[in-house]
């Protein structure tokens, strides 16, 4: 007999979440994670009182009831909401795109006459069905708030031009005709209170978890562990890259500890200047409303993937999601290892679509494999 049902591979909120629902109906489970934590990409470092975002700004938001609920009931959520800033040149911009940018761009605060200086904007463009991001963004938003907003943050973030992008990426921000500052659309938001650690805790608690483990340095000892396998890493990497690399974006953080209680006066502030070489600053207390004397920031700066570095974004184009359509062939045909998750699945989930893809997916395997 194995030592536990189910190995999993990776601490994330896909692993944990497999693992809570398989520790409620008693199952052993052993969590393994190459990194010296858990929580994957939404570990915080806490520091002087202050919860970090270790690896760049997690705001949580959903429009899904249960997802909502079911984070709650681990952690309190405060009422954050996310409002980045955008600076180009010396002047700031409101995001998402909505009426309080276009005022800033263009003096007009009827949204009807923003309608038609887009709409002028892209037809002298001539865009009619968009192609790519260059072109998605365009058709949105014309092309002032694409050559300021858009082009420079777009090419240092994925390193490469907007045209050989997928246009998918910019319909992830919102554009507005009221003057609404969210980011976001979803229906519920905010900051687990006392940070996102909490939420890991929650899901792990009573789970066998061993960190520094790469399941891939000692695939046979780890394979013997358990009857099932749920692998959340890279899926090219598991196979051994036998159809070739996958592409990732990775990030290099630059934390700086300053002497000051408010440094830009918000958590997430862009900068969309291609010569700048990092995206955004984050202010990590006002995730939190905090009041400390001091104040953390973290600059966040782009850089080419390469083994050794987090594969931090999954690069959807045509090419890559082809060649991920070839893993996910063998993967298929697995009959004790699941993939999940946002390295395996090759897909840029956000943490409420995580959460929900582990739900459904571990209800199945519960019900395959220990159903009566
Ligand atoms: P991960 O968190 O990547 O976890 C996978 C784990 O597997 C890692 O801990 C890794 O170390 C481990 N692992 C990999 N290979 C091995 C191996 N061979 N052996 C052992 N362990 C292994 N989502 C939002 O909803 N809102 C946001 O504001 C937001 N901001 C983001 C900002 C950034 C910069 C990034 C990168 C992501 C952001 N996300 C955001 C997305 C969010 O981080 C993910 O959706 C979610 O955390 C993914 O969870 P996961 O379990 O799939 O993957
Ligand atoms: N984006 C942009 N300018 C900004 C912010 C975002 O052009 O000031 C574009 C960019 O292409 C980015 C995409 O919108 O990759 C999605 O932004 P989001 O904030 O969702 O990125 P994430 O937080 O996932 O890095």
Redesign the pocket.
Known sequence: MRPYDVLIVGSGLYGSVFAHALRQIGKRCLVIDRRSHAGGNIYCTHKEGIDMHTYG?HIFHTSDKDTWDFVNSFVPFNHFINSPL?IHGNKVYN?PFNMNTFYQLWGLRDPEQVKLKIAEQVKRAGISKPHN?EEQAISLVGTDIYEV??KG??EK??GRSCKELPAF??K??PVRFTFDNNYFDDRYQGIPIGGYNRLTEGLLQGVDLQLNRDFLAERDYFSAMADHIVYTGPIDAFYHFKFGPLAYRSLRFEEERLATDNFQGNAVV?Y?EKSIPFTRILEHKHFAFGTQAHTIITREYPQAWQPGLEPYYPVNDEANNKLFAQYRHLADQETRIVFGGRLADYKYYDMHQVIASARVRVRQFIAKNYSL
């Open positions: 700004a955008a995001l991001l907003l858009i943050y777009t973030q994925w990426i910019i992830r921000l862009n969309t």
